[in-house]
């Protein structure tokens, strides 16, 4: 048997707060063994990186380990976990952004590390901090270049080889490239696994992606409500999951599965409405948009200073039938949302054409009427369940706004019936009129942006990353809501998303964006079986799926 | 109510010993202040009360001549120390309310205009609160002061002394309250809730005032209650140049004037009295104005 590296025996944490004392960590045993790489996977509220950040004595206050033991190499480590932090365990945090000290070059923070956990020359620093970064891949010419000239991916690797300097024992990662692009985090997490296996380290991976645990992982741990549901070898449990939370999870996982939407034509003729292809419903024409980057107006004037821009859409040009789904997919920084601001009009394109039902968005013959008119067909779903609700406001009032602006009641009753025919659209109750934004989960808040999108009945909806902050079982339930209402409603959606999985199971077609440029577009089928453009593939290749 | 008593806010209020204590003393202050016809003892604006034979007689001491006693003595008019620094306190509390409540109302609008619109608008509120802070905010206010009396016939000037310090300690405070909502606006506007206002084709005015206004005012109240002290303070730093409140209707700042002559002839009690209370007043509400930024700011727990 392999020797345990690291053992958790019976561990609670328990954050005491005013409303009581709440178990974040609720009796749970694990344990490393020596060259693995150990996911724990869960969803928000799990405790999983609660988990993580015990191991490494850094729980948040008021968070206190209330019972169990950590021990490293069969010694306690919970009591002092400074003895073991840095040296022989360390950790990889989330935000590369943040974890690397904006204001010192990276070799110094190298050699600072190296030096702090193993007494050396400064040469001897030095040239370990070089081969550092070499392993990582990265070119030591860049040593005495500051973290901001780094990309993110980049920025994660000096991360990663800030870990590895001081040859730790274990590594806990908690969620390292959440905030990166697919190809980044393909990338990272490759690496990661090389090294570790090299150098015999092991890996305790905290995250919520099933794709990203099925490629890296060796065990995998899940967590669900600060409880350890099932453990085992990674294959097996999310091919044969016995936990009927594990089972939900990875089903409601998103995979590519091509055609796996329901066309309404494969629903009984004459009863559903249609994919019309000869309407389209919205027809963007060598859309253009640049922005301006130069410095505010009065300073620009005072150093007589250019104008600078940048070319965030590139002549993007596409069109979508009526009741269709049109995916548009791409890496941070490709343009989508830009693409989804110019649809809405929240953005004037630099040029190029919007057309919605024959109509050019864009034109100045458009009267103030006509644009109210048209605004109320298109609208949409943001991405962020936070920040797209107004905090000051009730539920009631949020609905009511658009219902009033456009005047689509004509009484008070009128108004309250619609709110409530909203409310239950979506699946929430009559009650939850009278509550504020603050007191719904995520999942329940996106459903409420779903129904004031609904209000004023309109006939394109544009969906943002609609549930990339969404757990997967709670995205699952968004997708099949919005798959619902555009059967019922034969809603148009121009669906904008980083993850191919999910856009595989929504959409008709898609294009893919990449750097404000339209690389590709295809049926849906087609752009997974065959892919044609070179990034494309590459995106394919690097899209940590959940493939058994 | 009840979501008061079960609020976070009130949790923290009731376990912070400097709160309640701040809280109670200005409470206590404001209270006096308002009901000062009821418990001053004298009218001191009224100088048919006076009685010179009264003059400097000393706290609890019977008067030489009419063996009057005074809680805390008079000064060299024989008016009651302790009514003149009741109704001073509704002087000085009034003046500070009201140009706090001309600052802020300043401060919001032009906070909200700069950060909204942004663009030239923008750089040109922003650069005249530049230059206005580069002078000392007392200075402003002195000048504002000088300029409004100026204008004003000689008639009037005491009669609108009061509205003439309201404005000039106003005019001199609103800069850091529009540097707080502009920069509070900038987070606010790029949120997607306003982007969900514009879609359904509300105006700026209306995002403005009914979704981005209610989520700004949180660090305008903290900013507000210690401009408040602020205000208090400058309110007094005029009166004792005197350049404030008359002293026919004196605010705390002109009574520490009028003692201020007589600090080294014995008389101690006429400077001591005010000084006291406006110290207790600038105090507390300065103490509750930084628990109140503590408590609403979490970052700073």
Not at chain 2, 189 to 212: C, D, Q, S, T
Request: aromatic share 8%; proline share 5%; hydrophobic share 45%.
């Amino acid at each position: 048997m392999v020797e345990k590296l690291l053992e958790l025996k019976h561990i609670s944490v328990t954050f005491k707060t005013r409303r009581g004392s709440f178990k974040a960590v609720d009796d749970l045993s694990l344990d490393l063994k020596e060259g693995e790489i150990l996911g724990i996977v869960g969803e928000s509220g799990a405790g999983k990186s609660i988990t993580g950040a015990a191991i490494l004595g850094l729980i948040p206050s008021p968070g206190k380990l209330s019972s169990g033991t950590i021990s490293f190499k069969g010694q306690r480590i919970d009591l002092n976990p400074k003895l073991m932090r840095g040296s022989k365990i360390s950790m990889i945090f989330q935000d590369p952004l943040v974890s690397l000290n904006p204001l010192r070059r990276i070799g110094d923070q190298l050699i600072e590390t190296i030096q702090t956990h193993s007494p050396c020359s400064s040469a001897e620093a030095f040239k370990r901090a070089i081969k550092s970064l070499e392993e990582v891949g990265i070119d030591p010419s860049r040593f005495d270049a500051y973290p901001h000239t780094f990309s993110g991916g980049m920025r994660q690797r000096v991360v990663i080889a800030l870990a590895l300097a001081p040859g730790p024992a274990v590594i806990v990662a908690d969620e390292p490239t959440t905030s990166l692009d697919v190809s980044n985090q393909d990338q990272v997490l490759k690496l990661l696994k090389k090294l570790c296996k090299e150098k015999k380290t092991s890996v305790i991976l905290v995250t919520h992606d099933m794709g990203v645990i099925f490629q890296t992982t060796d065990r995998v741990a899940v967590l669900y409500g600060g409880r350890l549901v099932e453990i085992g070898v990674t294959r097996e449990v999310l091919k044969n999951p016995t936990h009927s939370y594990t089972q939900s999870l990875v089903q409601s996982t998103p995979k590519i599965e091509v055609g796996s939407f329901k066309k309404p034509t494969d629903q009984l003729d004459g009863f559903q409405p249609k994919i019309d292809e000869q309407s389209k419903a919205l027809v963007a024409e060598k859309l253009t948009r640049e922005f301006d980057l130069s410095p505010a107006w009065f300073f620009r004037k005072l150093s007589f200073q250019k104008q600078k821009r940048v070319l965030a859409v590139d002549s993007v040009s596409f069109s979508i039938n009526k009741g269709e789904t049109y995916g548009l997919v791409g890496d941070s920084g490709s343009g989508k949302s830009t693409i989804a601001k110019m649809v809405v009009g929240l953005l004037k394109p630099s040029s190029g054409a919007i057309t919605f039902n024959g109509k050019n968005l864009n034109g100045s013959d458009l009267s103030h009427r006509e644009s109210q008119k048209i605004r109320q067909r298109i609208q949409m779903v943001f991405q962020s369940p936070y920040a797209s609700l107004n905090p000051r406001w009730k539920i009631g009032d949020i609905l009511l706004e658009p219902i009033r602006v456009f005047g689509l009641s004509s009484s008070i009753e009128d108004e309250h019936k619609r709110i409530f025919e909203l409310l239950d659209q979506v699946g929430l109750s009559k009650s939850d009129v009278q509550k504020y934004p603050h007191e719904f989960s995520g999942g329940q808040r996106q459903r409420i942006s779903i129904a004031r999108a609904l209000a004023s009945k309109p006939d394109v909806i544009i969906c943002d990353e609609p549930t990339s902050a969404l757990d997967v079982s709670i995205q699952a339930q968004v997708l099949n809501l919005l798959r619902e209402l555009q059967r019922e409603f034969s809603l148009t959606y121009l669906f904008i998303t980083h993850d191919l999985a999910v856009v595989s199971s929504m959409a008709n077609n898609i294009g893919v964006l990449n750097k404000g440029r339209l690389i590709e577009e295809q049926s849906s089928e087609m752009l997974f079986s065959k892919p044609q453009h070179e990034h494309t593939k590459m995106l394919l290749a690097a899209a940590p799926i959940l493939d058994i | 109510m009840d979501r008061f008593l079960h609020s976070d806010l009130f949790y923290d209020f009731v376990r912070s010993p400097i709160a309640v204590i701040s809280f109670v003393l200005v409470s206590t202050l404001i209270l006096l202040a308002v009901f000062a016809n009821f418990i001053a003892p004298t009218n001191p604006f009224d100088p048919a009360s006076l009685n010179l034979m009264n003059g400097f007689t000393a706290p609890l001491e019977p008067n030489a001549f009419t063996g009057e006693v005074f809680l805390m003595g008079t000064d060299d008019q024989g008016r009651d120390l302790f009514s003149a620094i009741l109704f001073g306190l509704r002087v000085s509390l009034f003046v500070g309310l009201m140009a706090v409540a001309l600052a802020t109302g300043i401060g919001v609008f032009l906070g909200l205009l700069a950060g909204y619109i942004g663009g030239w608008l923008d750089s040109l509120i922003m650069r005249l609160a530049d230059i206005q802070m580069t002078f000392p905010s007392i200075l402003i206010a002195m000048l504002i002061y000088g300029v409004a009396r100026g204008v004003l016939p000689p008639a009037l000037r005491d009669e609108m002394a009061i509205s003439v310090l309201i404005l000039s300690i106003g005019l001199s405070e609103w800069v850091s309250i529009a540097r707080t909502v502009r920069s509070s606006t900038l987070v606010e506007k790029e949120k997607e809730y306003v982007a969900a206002a514009r879609l359904i084709g509300l105006n700026h005015f209306r995002i403005m005032l009914r979704h981005i206004l209610p989520n700004v005012l949180s660090p305008v109240l903290v900013i507000a209650t210690i401009t408040l002290a602020l205000a208090i303070i400058a309110e007094a730093t005029l009166s004792f140049l005197g350049v404030g409140a008359p002293p026919t209707k004196p605010s705390l700042g002109t009574l520490i004037r009028v003692g201020q002559d007589f600090l080294f002839s014995g008389e101690w009690w006429i400077l001591l009295f005010p000084a006291i209370t406006l110290l207790l007043l600038a105090l507390s509400v300065n103490l509750f104005g930084d628990w109140l930024r503590d408590t609403l700011n979490p970052r700073l727990k």
